[in-house]
Structure formats: C-alpha cells, structure tokens
C-alpha cells in the first residue's frame, strides 16, 4: 500500500480509503469487522463513514465505533454532517455540534480526523458553519475540515473567510471521479492546487458500473443501484447509460482482458496515477470484493493515454 499527505494537512493517509456506507446496510456487525480487519491488515489506515450512512441512521459509524475497539490510534477517521431535508437546515451552528457529539459518541471516539460539510446546506450561512466547526476543532474534537459536493466559488469564499478571521480553513474536497463521471472540475483542480487542498475521490466505479455488472443489451440486475435509480443521482445514472457510458466501459474491459486483470481493478488504477487526488474510497459488501478492489496496478502509458483521449475531462 502507498500513502500520500492529505493537502496542508500532517495526515499521511493510504492512497486507498476504505469507505463504511455498507456497515449496518449489505454487510452486519460479524461481517464488517471481517472486512474492516481485511482492510487494515491490507494497509489501509483512512476509513470514511457518514451519520446518514448505514441500514439505519448513525448505524454505520457506530458499527465502525465497534469494529476499531482498540484500534483507534492506528487509523483515520472522516466523517460528516448532513445538508438539509425540504426546509429543515442541519448544518447551523446548533445542529454541527449537537451531530458532531452524537457521531462522537457512536464512533466511540475523543476526535474525528475529517469532518466535511456533506452537502451545501442553503438555509444556512457559510460564516455561520465554519465558526462553528471551528469552535470544534479549537476544543480538540475536529483535527481537520473538508466539504463534499461544494462548487469551487463556495470552497474559496469559505477560506478566505477563515482565513482572514483566523479560523480553521478547509484542507480537503471530497468529491465524484471515475473514468466517466467527472465532478472534480478543472477549477476544483486549480483551487485544490492553488490552495494546496486535498482531493478525496468518492464513487470510483461509477456506483458499480464499472465492474461489467451492466449490459446495454440486456435488463438491469435486481436490487443494483442502476436498478434502484435514487432521485438524487438519477441523471447521473442516465448518463453512464448513455452511449459515451458504454464506450468508455467498453475501452476499459478492453484494457483489462490486455493486462489480465477486472475491469474495476484497471479503473481503480486509472484514478491512482492522478498525483492531485490525496486517497481514493472503495467500498465492498463481501470480503472477496475487498480483496479484489485492492489489487490494483501500474497502467501502461498508452494505455492512459487512451482513456483520456476518450474522456469527456481528461
């Protein structure tokens, strides 16, 4: 496993992050502690949870509360706080804390490592959210801030605000990017650079489309996430069905049957060869799919080359 700084952090985070939103969902108590092991004995000291995530609400980060018992100073922890449901806000000063305290409590846990504004919260003013995350990490329960699913403009407008009042600035964009999605824009690029921000890719299969699961050809299988459709990524799933969806899925099973190994492997190393991008998120829902997701490799140059010339981003 290789590791790599997290932007203008001190955290040296494995270049693979092990993402827990299946504990307390596919996978119980028994088996996510099989596979948190199977994580950490493989070299992977950065998990991320969320309070949303799990079967139930909070049930991820107290199942992961559970499976670290004694393991808590060898690994890195991220977790979040939510954006808003129809007009109720969840991100004011009042309602950071009070999440922040309850993640705490089911992790198990004095501090959080990373803790990311979720999603933008629109009843809620920015200066009011980073006062209040920063009164967290002043009282030592927060090390780091990061946002997930925030436009660049609004990244930079909250740290020029931290950062002329003195407070904690952002040091980490959590974001979509796989060889067909490409939320991590070139002005996220730029600011990540500009701002010596880290970039943490979530979704790196494209919610499992590329694993060679779908066939333009034939049904989508029952109970997959191109099945189920959210509302919320429904446009996303229309387009990696799109025509530009199935030939990119097409060059990389390409790639992969040429090096021997999954289609899923070869985009996983795709993502590996971007310098920018502090750690990459996977997620399994058994061990054997763990075991497979971490065996990733060194692409050829024309290889990369090809991808980008048939990629919409780079």
Known sequence: MNYRYIGNTSLYVSELCYGTMTFGASTDVKQSEIIFNAALESGINFFDTAEVYGGEFGSSE??????MKGKREKIIISSKVH?????????????????????????NTD????????????????????SALNELVQAGKIR????????????EKMNRYAIDHNLAPISLMQEIYNPIDYDVSQEKLSLAKDSNLGIMVYSPLAGGFLTGKYDRNKSKPDGSRGAINMDWESKRWK???????????????????????????TALSYLLTFSEFSSIIIGAKTLQQLEEN??????????IKEIQALSLFI
């Open 239 to 265: 387009f990696r069905f799109s025509d530009y969806g199935f030939e990119m899925l097409e060059l990389l099973k390409k790639i992969s049957k040429k090096n021997n190994v999954t289609i899923a492997q």
């Open 294 to 303: 971490l065996k990733t490799y060194t692409l050829h140059e024309e290889d």
């Open 62 to 67: 107290e199942i992961l509360g559970k499976v």
């Open 83 to 107: 954006g808003f449901e129809g007009h109720q806000a969840h991100q004011s000063r009042t309602e950071i804390i009070k999440t922040v305290e309850q993640s705490l409590k089911r992790l």
């Open 144 to 155: 780091y801030l990061g946002t997930s699913n925030h436009e660049a403009w609004l990244i």
């Open 111 to 130: 501090y959080i490592d990373i803790y990311f504004l979720h999603w933008v919260d629109p009843y809620v003013r920015f200066e009011e959210k980073i």
